[in-house]
């Protein structure tokens, strides 16, 4: 099966060809008034295909999503699979004020109207954009990469950085020997991209305990668990999390917290930062594209 990667995903390029991962290829263009434009460069008449391609912030890559699939389907392609190692909007799932609209909801509309054989994403943010992906979303979760990676020194303490993650927090707990407790933060947000720890709901206090959740945006949320975390005495300090996105500077200010290491996966391109470890997505899309 060939995979036809957008720009969004060029990232994972090198990791594909390594497992032995034809990479399709076409042609993008602009023309004089910035209208994009697309060729397929190679036959794939009744060939099964796979689209890999996040939804980011600018809007561009939806629409490179988009017109992908359309040039497979009107060029013959057979059963084509769609990847989506990262969901951009998926906060947009409700309408927090009056005049505003769901905009996570329409994405994973257009998502599903696809009609991919396969509709794999990863680790999402919203159980309402789960739901509107349709009944046949498979939802892969990097959880078990990270617990391979922190297998050699398991942590005491899993700690859900608020009530949302307890759930994650508890199936990554599961993946461990010897079982680490769980630990819950109640957090509030006084405004969007402001996270603000109240009180720790367990006990770190002397132990090796590892924060996780879905993603690291402006790493608010991070930075106040850890405070908590020296607070009540935990000894030793890891934070993970699925999509590094690293707004404003977030992964210096995370690395020169007293933490021992920072873990997450390749959804998003990630650059070499103090204490970060990236582990790699491509081979757990793989196992699961049929």
């Known amino acids: 099966m060939k995979s036809f990667l957008t720009d969004s995903t060029k990232h994972l390029r090198s990791s594909l060809v390594r497992r032995g991962c034809a990479i399709g290829r076409y042609k993008s263009s602009v023309f004089a008034d910035g209208e ?30 988009l017109a992908l699939h359309r040039l497979l389907r009107e060029n013959g392609g057979g059963a084509i699979s769609l990847i989506v190692p990262y969901l951009g909007y998926a906060r947009q799932d409700r309408c927090g004020k009056k005049g505003e609209a769901r905009i996570g909801i329409m994405v994973a509309e257009l998502l599903r109207r696809t009609r991919a054989v396969n509709l794999i994403v990863c680790d999402l943010h919203s159980e309402r954009v789960r739901k509107a992906l349709g009944p046949s979303v498979r939802e892969l979760s990097a959880l078990p990469l990270f617990a391979e990676a922190v297998a050699k020194r398991p942590p005491e303490v899993i700690v859900a950085p608020d009530a949302g993650s307890v759930p994650r927090a508890r199936r990554l707990a599961e993946l461990l020997t010897p079982l680490p407790e769980v630990a819950v933060i109640d957090k509030f947000r006084p405004r969007p991209n402001v996270a603000v720890a109240r009180h720790l709901r367990g006990n770190v206090r002397g132990k090796n305990v590892l924060i996780v959740d879905d993603m690291i945006d402006t790493g608010g949320t991070f930075v106040e668990a850890v405070k908590l975390m020296i607070e009540n005495g935990a000894a030793a300090i890891r934070i993970a999390a699925t999509h590094g996105i690293f707004s404003n500077a977030a992964g210096e200010r995370l690395s020169q917290l007293p933490i021992d290491e920072i ?6 391109p990630q650059v070499r930062r103090a204490k970060m470890r990236c582990l790699d997505i491509v081979p757990l899309f793989l196992q699961n594209l049929i």
């Open 36 to 65: 994009r434009r697309y060729r397929l460069r190679e036959d794939v008449t009744g060939q099964s295909v796979a689209i890999i391609a996040s939804v980011l912030p600018a809007p561009e890559s939806l629409f490179d999503l």
């Open 263 to 268: 873990l997450v996966t390749n959804t998003l």
